[in-house]
Structure formats: structure tokens, C-alpha cells
């Protein structure tokens, strides 16, 4: 899985080794300075240290690191309990909150549809490699938030985009009302102590190495629709 517990960087240990700030991780890395100090995390690097280990002594296997599993894309189905989707709960904090930050509108969200993951790994079933034993599988076709934003007042949710200061005044007003506060518990985690979240991520996450070879096997990942977003803000609704 490529989540953001296991790409953390400790970033005191890995800038003291390197003096640029473009860390990459592609299908070639597994340790590049992560904290792994958390459960899990630690068993998501061990778990790849033990099929690495078990690999170099002959066993025919594979790892691959899934991204953010979500509704088909062919009919926008989904599992069946949405809630225990964490992007999804994440957005719905958002509706909830009502605003967000403007330092947001630019990153990216990617949304990698099962039924296309699951097709991605049966071509890779069929077409296996020596060569190669990592694959990245999830969407490079992102979805900014303020493409997001614009689908989601389709729906009358119209959310604010505010200043960084106006923002964290509207977070301080919400986590000093004892009936409001609930609606922060899904990205509370998420807020450093100056209440900045900390979506921004120190490494590139790479996947080209799997594009180009799901290519070879005449697969590539779609982008995502107006229509796919419109079938997605719809489940959203009924959580809501």
C-alpha cells in the first residue's frame, strides 16, 4: 500500500544525508529514511522486507503497492461501507467543515478505481517478469481538489476556499464547540500544532517503471471523469 504512514520521511536523518529536495520513490526503493516508529507502518516495511528476503532465496513472488482503492469506474459501485474508506472520510470533513485552506486547492488526489486495479493485476498475473518484482499500482492521472470543489457544488456543497489564517480560526471555532468538533475527528491526525495540514509530501512518488510496462501489456489507467466524480459525490451524499 502507498499511504502517507508508510512515505513519511524522517526528515532531520534523511537531509542530513542528501542536500536536495528531490527524493524520489519509484518500484526500485523500499528504505529511503521512512519513519516506521508506528505499528503500521512497520509491518507494511516488514512485510516487503520478508517477500524481498524470500525472493533473493528463489520464491516466485511479487510485490504491489496499491493506491487509493475507489468506486468502479464502469458503474461506480463501491464497498459497502464507504466510512471505512479513508479519502473518503477525509472529504466528507471537508463537506462537514465547510471550507478549506487555500494552499489545498492544487494537490492532487488520486483515485484508483478497484475494478481497474484488480484488471491491472491480472495482466501483470499473466505477463510476470524476472526482471522486476515492484509494481505501483494506482491512477498518475490526478484529480486537483479545485477540480474537486467544482464537481462537489454541483451538489450544493458549496465549501470555502479560505486564507490559511482564516482557516485556522474556523478550526479553533469548531474545536471549542463541543457540538461541532466531531466533524474534525477524520483529519484531526492530519493537523500539524500550528493547525497546517500536512498533506504536502517530501517525495515524488514514481510509478513509471509500471506504466510503461502495463502499457506493454495493453493496459493504461483512465482518467477520471466528470461523470466518475459525479457517480462518487452521489455515495458521498448518502454518508452525509
Not at 493506491?67 to 473518503?88: A, K, S, T, Y
Request: charged fraction near 30%; proline fraction near 2%; glycine fraction near 2%.
Amino acid at each position: 500500500n502507498l499511504d502517507s504512514s508508510y512515505l513519511a520521511l524522517n526528515k532531520k536523518q534523511w537531509l542530513k544525508k542528501n542536500n536536495n529536495n528531490d527524493i524520489i520513490f519509484d518500484e526500485s526503493c523500499q528504505y529511503i529514511g521512512q519513519i516506521i516508529d508506528n505499528v503500521y507502518a512497520r509491518s507494511k516495511f516488514e512485510a516487503e522486507s520478508y517477500i524481498l528476503d524470500a525472493i533473493s532465496r528463489g520464491l516466485d513472488g511479487y510485490i504491489l503497492r496499491m493506491g487509493h482503492l475507489m468506486p468502479r469506474i464502469r458503474d461506480g459501485v463501491f464497498q459497502e461501507n464507504i466510512l471505512d474508506n479513508d479519502l473518503i472520510n477525509k472529504i466528507i470533513s471537508f463537506i462537514k467543515i465547510g471550507a478549506i485552506p487555500d494552499y489545498l486547492l492544487k494537490y492532487p488526489l488520486e483515485f484508483t478505481p478497484v475494478d481497474e486495479a484488480a484488471y491491472a493485476i491480472c495482466k501483470l498475473i499473466k505477463h510476470s517478469t524476472y526482471s522486476n518484482r515492484i509494481f505501483h499500482l494506482y491512477n498518475h492521472n490526478s484529480v486537483y481538489v479545485k477540480r474537486l470543489l467544482r464537481e462537489l457544488k454541483r451538489f450544493n456543497y458549496d465549501i470555502k476556499v479560505l486564507p490559511e489564517d482564516a482557516f485556522v480560526k474556523k478550526v479553533n471555532s469548531i474545536l471549542n464547540d463541543e457540538n461541532k468538533k466531531n466533524m474534525l475527528k477524520n483529519v484531526l491526525v492530519d493537523f500539524d500544532s500550528n493547525l497546517h495540514l500536512r498533506y504536502e509530501n517530501d517525495i515524488n512518488l514514481k510509478s513509471s517503471f509500471t506504466i510503461k510496462y502495463l502499457a506493454r501489456c495493453y493496459f493504461i489507467w483512465p482518467k477520471i471523469s466528470d461523470k466518475y466524480l459525479f457517480r462518487l459525490i452521489k455515495l458521498l451524499k448518502e454518508e452525509i
